[in-house]
């Protein structure tokens, strides 16, 4: 069954520990993406990556870090060092396309990561 | 700034009455406009995508405007149905091409449909 498998569904993170989150997809798609989804804001792009082994920070980058070793898997690694990371996290892929203005962007199911 | 602002923020409707979410926008360079339906809990789903030259796309019961000359768009949803409950979510492509091209999104409107 094709698409984007975010992993867990809920965690709950102590203060000062690091967690991550995976994204897994078997789309083929090249680019992979991080949000963020805060109450009342649009989603926010934390990295995104075009190709294995190459990634980029987007706007709310610090905090944050990943990886691609891999076409199907983005784990994002949300460290001590993000001040308020409570917040719903979406994965997202778009395949490589001749009309890439035009190409969607596929989401996974989210995982809410809550601090206690 | 490349923005997008939605309005309402949230509303409430009864079921089978219809609707109309507004989006206005800033991005410049505009390339698309897709409007996403995001269940509670879920990642947002593609409902519609408007480019330059479209004025109306219809996918079932939503239907989608735009005007590009004053980079406005609605999202009319007709004999709402208690599963059309969710957040609605514009989101604009600047027209740069690459994959690095930021999505521009919009918070999205809270829509709850009554019995």
Redesign the interface.
Same mark, same amino acid.
């Given at each position: 069954d094709g698409g984007?498998t975010?992993s867990p569904k809920y965690l709950f993170r102590k203060e000062g520990q690091n967690v991550t989150l995976s994204c897994e997809q078997n789309l083929n798609h090249? /680019?992979m993406y991080w %949000?963020r989804q805060d109450p !009342? +804001? *649009?989603? #926010?792009?934390i990295y %995104?990556s075009?190709i294995v082994n190459d990634f +980029?920070k !987007?706007?709310i980058a610090e905090g944050y870090s990943v990886s691609r070793e891999k076409k199907e898997s983005f784990p994002l690694t949300v460290t001590s060092a993000q001040k308020n990371p409570t917040a719903f996290y979406?994965c /997202?892929t #778009?395949p490589?396309d001749s009309s890439? +203005?035009?190409t969607?962007?596929f989401? *996974?199911? !989210?995982t #809410?990561l809550t601090v206690v | 700034k490349n923005q997008v602002e939605q309005s309402p923020q949230s509303l409430i409707i009864l079921e089978g009455k219809n609707c109309t979410l507004q989006c206005n926008y800033t991005v410049s360079p505009f390339s698309n406009l897709r409007w996403y339906k995001q269940d509670t809990g879920r990642g947002p789903v593609s409902l519609t995508i408007m480019t330059f030259s479209e004025n109306t796309k219809s996918n079932g019961r939503y239907t989608a405007t735009l005007d590009a000359d004053t980079k406005q768009s609605s999202l009319h949803i007709t004999a709402s149905q208690l599963s059309d409950s969710a957040s609605y979510i514009c989101v604009v492509s600047p027209g740069e091409m690459e994959y690095g091209n930021k999505l521009v999104f919009g918070a999205g409107t809270i829509l709850r449909v009554k019995s």
């Amino acid at each position: 069954d094709g698409g984007i498998t975010q992993s867990p569904k809920y965690l709950f993170r102590k203060e000062g520990q690091n967690v991550t989150l995976s994204c897994e997809q078997n789309l083929n798609h090249d /680019a992979m993406y991080w %949000y963020r989804q805060d109450p !009342g +804001q *649009g989603l #926010r792009l934390i990295y %995104y990556s075009q190709i294995v082994n190459d990634f +980029q920070k !987007g706007d709310i980058a610090e905090g944050y870090s990943v990886s691609r070793e891999k076409k199907e898997s983005f784990p994002l690694t949300v460290t001590s060092a993000q001040k308020n990371p409570t917040a719903f996290y979406l994965c /997202a892929t #778009r395949p490589r396309d001749s009309s890439i +203005q035009n190409t969607e962007a596929f989401f *996974g199911q !989210g995982t #809410r990561l809550t601090v206690v | 700034k490349n923005q997008v602002e939605q309005s309402p923020q949230s509303l409430i409707i009864l079921e089978g009455k219809n609707c109309t979410l507004q989006c206005n926008y800033t991005v410049s360079p505009f390339s698309n406009l897709r409007w996403y339906k995001q269940d509670t809990g879920r990642g947002p789903v593609s409902l519609t995508i408007m480019t330059f030259s479209e004025n109306t796309k219809s996918n079932g019961r939503y239907t989608a405007t735009l005007d590009a000359d004053t980079k406005q768009s609605s999202l009319h949803i007709t004999a709402s149905q208690l599963s059309d409950s969710a957040s609605y979510i514009c989101v604009v492509s600047p027209g740069e091409m690459e994959y690095g091209n930021k999505l521009v999104f919009g918070a999205g409107t809270i829509l709850r449909v009554k019995s």
